[in-house]
Nanobody, 124 residues
Framework: QVQLVESGGGLVQTGGSLRLSCEAS????????MGWFRQAPGKEREFVAA????????DYADSVKGRFTISRDNAKNTVYLQMNSLKPEDTAVYFC?????????????????WGQGTQVTVSS
């Protein structure tokens, strides 16, 4: 069984920064790509960022490119999302997820384990 636990969410002003963490337990973490998704009230869950199993490849939604950075530390079974220059439209619950394979995918249907989510609120 795989468990993912996110942390680091909170309330921040426009232009501020937050760093989300997602710690994994259970089956081998380092063999799988990881992703971050977000869901705002009344909206569908959307892709934010993903990283390949070794961290050599990353992908981002256009809306966060240049502001967010995904990284991972396989020795700590942890994936991170550094969020800079935050905007009110970044307000959402952020979820980390484990992909079903080692390479990057952006559709949530290819992710088989999910965390419980952490709230990020950006005030204007």
């Amino acid at each position: 069984q795989v468990q993912l636990v996110e942390s680091g969410g909170g309330l921040v002003q426009t232009g501020g920064s937050l760093r989300l963490s997602c710690e994994a337990s259970g089956r081998i973490f380092s063999r799988y790509a990881m992703g971050w998704f977000r869901q705002a009230p009344g909206k569908e869950r959307e892709f934010v960022a993903a990283i390949s199993w070794r961290g050599g490849s990353t992908d981002y939604a256009d809306s966060v490119k240049g502001r967010f950075t995904i990284s991972r530390d396989n020795a700590k079974n942890t994936v991170y999302l550094q969020m800079n220059s935050l905007k009110p439209e970044d307000t959402a619950v952020y979820f980390c997820a484990r992909s079903s394979g080692p390479t990057i995918v952006t559709h949530y249907g290819y992710y088989d384990y999910w965390g419980q989510g952490t709230q990020v609120t950006v005030s204007s």
